[in-house]
Nanobody, 121 residues
Framework: QVQLVESGGGLVQAGDSLRLSCVVS????????MGWFRQAPGKEREFVAA????????LYIDSVKGRFTISRDNAKNIVYLQMNSLKPEDTAVYYC??????????????WGQGTQVTVSS
């Protein structure tokens, strides 16, 4: 059974940092891409960042470039999202996802349950 389990969310102040983790289990994702999405109250889910598990190519939305970094630990099967210089508009539930299509595709096959990130001003 495939499982993606996020953790690391919390309540922080603007300018602070958080690191989200996504533990991947149940299969080998070496040929997959891993992505982070977020959904703020009353808004649609939004793509944030993605990484090819093999090769390490990355993709980010413009609003997080230079502040967020997606990375992976191959030995532990964990994907991270390091978030620096957080802003109130980053407040959302953050989801980890795994997909078999190309890096730029928004199609993902597996999803985690989400972790709440709240940034106060």
């Amino acid at each position: 059974q495939v499982q993606l389990v996020e953790s690391g969310g919390g309540l922080v102040q603007a300018g602070d940092s958080l690191r989200l983790s996504c533990v991947v289990s149940g299969r080998t994702f070496s040929s997959y891409k891993m992505g982070w999405f977020r959904q703020a109250p009353g808004k649609e889910r939004e793509f944030v960042a993605a990484m090819q598990w093999r090769g390490g190519q990355t993709l980010y939305i413009d609003s997080v470039k230079g502040r967020f970094t997606i990375s992976r630990d191959n030995a532990k099967n964990i994907v991270y999202l390091q978030m620096n210089s957080l802003k109130p508009e980053d407040t959302a539930v953050y989801y980890c996802a795994a997909g078999s299509r190309g890096l730029s595709s928004l199609s993902y096959d597996y999803w985690g349950q989400g972790t709440q990130v709240t940034v106060s001003s």
